[in-house]
């Protein structure tokens, strides 16, 4: 049976999906920090309004983009965190789950190992990154765009990366269009990818042209890789990435869905 609604609802749909699924690094499955626990961020951005919700470091949320347009869209505020963030669930009546549910064993080998080996920790080696996010745009011209990660692995207790920052790993503004991103946060926080992807859109690049500028901009000056997805206003996809992979996938103008080969 399908489902009507807005770009909003397909972009939350989207993400539970793969928060859900435990080949990504969000929601279950996540990474571990270097504590052991998982720590969760994730953000929904509303492009015609520019505001955003936005929840990080939560350990008892199943799926965090859930409470992020919770926060989106019942908050005065664009950001919690934390016990917070979890406090806020609890009163708009999201059920937290036992923070044991989000772990796999996969993840509690590879952070045996990555707290074995210096370097694995640092730079993540043989334990691939895998952050999630969507962008729609519907027939009312209403684009949201959203991102949701367990993080880096080994990760120090309370470390935010870029996901769930308005402008690093998300931004939407109804003017120009809609990004997410994925990669070595620290880097991506340096160059303020995602805003700055939508200010190259804004200056008349094409949606591809804006990703591939926006990842060349990522190595040259936030000396990190990673990758992002877009739409522009009008709904036309971009991509790039500079990880050995990114999986993606977009509806193209005939109705087709299109997945990276
Ligand atoms: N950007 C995420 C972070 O640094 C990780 C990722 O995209 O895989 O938290």
């Known amino acids: 049976m399908s489902k009507r609604g807005g770009a909003l609802d397909a972009i939350e749909a989207a993400i539970v999906v793969l928060e859900d699924d435990p080949a990504f690094d969000a929601g279950i499955g996540s990474h571990l920090n270097l504590d052991g626990r998982v720590q969760l961020d994730a953000i929904v951005m509303d492009g015609a309004t520019l505001k955003a919700g936005a929840v990080a470091a939560v350990e008892r949320i199943r ?49 045996r190992r990555c707290r074995e080996d210096q370097h694995a920790a640092e730079f993540h080696v043989d334990h691939a990154m895998g952050t999630v996010g969507a962008v729609a745009v519907d027939s009312r011209g209403a684009i949201f765009a959203g991102t949701s990660t367990g993080g880096t692995c080994c990760k120090h207790a309370g470390r935010v990366g870029d996901s769930p920052l308005i402008g690093c790993g998300c931004y939407a503004d109804a003017e120009a269009g809609g990004v997410s991103c994925t990669g070595f946060g620290e880097a991506i926080m340096r160059i303020v990818m995602a805003k700055t992807a939508v200010e190259f859109l804004r200056t008349g690049m094409t949606p591809l042209e804006t990703a591939d500028a926006s990842v060349k901009l990522l190595r040259d000056r936030g000396h990190g890789t990673g990758g992002l997805i877009l739409l522009d206003k009008n709904g036309e996809p971009g991509f790039a990435f500079t990880t050995p992979r990114m999986a993606f996938g977009y509806v193209a103008a005939d109705g087709n869905f299109v997945i990276a080969p």
Not at 67 to 85: D, F, P, Q
Request: aromatic share 4%; glycine share 6%.
């Open 63 to 111: 799926n965090p983009i859930r409470l992020a347009r919770e926060i989106l869209e019942s908050s005065e505020h664009m950001m919690l965190v934390g016990a917070g963030a979890e406090q806020f669930a609890r009163e708009q009546g999201m059920a937290l789950c036992d923070p044991e549910e989000l772990i796999l064993d996969r993840e509690r080998t590879a952070w």
